[in-house]
């Protein structure tokens, strides 16, 4: 870690690939790219938090998917929308 006086009352702390948080909640960590995802325990509770942070029309128009009541069915029409289903209709 590199510190730079900027002045007298300020410092500046460059240390890449370090993200200082007080944040402890892994799926908030996922979400900075802290942790893998295929390390996680539940890896829908990302998805969950992004679904709290993000306006519901946002993530349908940005997406271009259908309405969406929970994270599972969220994945499920991006799944569709990219072609990614599987034989029976199975994301």
Do not use: W
Not at 19 to 45: F, H, Q, T, Y
Not at 58 to 83: E, P, V
């Amino acid at each position: 870690m590199q510190e730079i006086k900027l002045d007298k009352h300020i410092k500046l702390l460059d240390c890449p690939g370090i993200v200082m948080s007080r944040e402890e909640d892994s799926a908030s960590l996922a979400l900075k790219n802290c942790i893998k995802v295929e390390n996680l325990s539940d890896p829908l509770a990302p998805i969950d938090l992004l679904l709290k942070r993000c306006q519901k029309e946002q993530l349908i128009m940005r997406y271009k998917i259908d309405d969406f009541a929970d994270s599972t069915q969220f994945l499920s029409n991006i799944a569709k929308r990219c072609g990614k289903m599987k034989k029976g209709g199975v994301a």
